[in-house]
């Protein structure tokens, strides 16, 4: 009784250490392909975020408009004044946790710096323009827009606007995002709507 043992030849070996290397590369690539598009998606979703966080703020401020207006190093200014590329108002809704004695209105002025667009908030109503907090809000942006809805139904590229002051019955702006698209809102303004 012979038992004989039979071995692997070079050949066979080489032969199953280069299939099983194939089926390596391709449960690599496959493997990285599938990592690329999933950073590709969650950059897609951050940008999604970030346009409705800003969509969100700004309607907000808009929503809490209220007609106060400000006391500068120039003088008075409205409680609205804005232009197609930057706004500056005053709005309600300042949050007051520790309950402070404090008012609960604000001015914001929203432009756009380079292809960012930032939200700036003063710390009194009543003080220097140039004092404030700048917050980045979003990057990326080839166009920010503001127009403004005077009582004749016409739309203006400022405000205030010829013989109509106070604030307009209606803003819209409109936001080009890179990679994105344009988004367009009207926000009817509290107070004056009609």
Do not use: C
């Not at 391709?26 to 940008?47: D, F, K, M, P």
């Not at 200014?77 to 108002?89: E, F, I, K, R, V």
């Not at 139904?153 to 990679?179: D, F, M, T």
């Amino acid at each position: 009784m012979y038992l004989l043992h039979r071995g692997h030849t070079l050949l066979e070996l080489l032969v199953a250490v280069v299939v099983t290397a194939l089926i390596a590369a391709g449960g690599y690539s496959g493997l990285n392909a599938i990592t690329r598009a999933s950073e590709a998606h969650q950059q897609e979703v951050e940008s999604l975020e970030a346009a409705q966080w800003l969509v969100t703020r700004l309607d907000r401020d808009l929503f809490h408009m209220v007609d106060r207006p400000v006391r500068d190093d120039s003088g008075e200014q409205p409680a609205l004044l804005g232009d197609t590329a930057a706004m500056s108002l005053t709005h309600s809704g300042l949050a007051n946790p520790l309950g402070q004695r404090r008012s609960n209105l604000q001015r914001v002025d929203w432009l756009i710096s380079g292809k960012n667009i930032y939200r700036n908030t003063h710390p009194v109503l009543d003080g220097p323009a140039n004092a404030g907090n700048a917050e980045f809000l979003l990057g990326d942006i080839s166009m920010l827009s503001f127009e403004y809805l005077g009582s004749g139904k016409n739309w203006h590229s400022r405000w205030p606007a010829g013989s109509e002051n106070g604030l307009p019955k209606a803003v819209r702006y409109r936001v080009q995002i890179e990679g994105f698209g344009m988004l367009e809102r009207i926000v009817e303004l509290p107070g004056v709507r009609s």
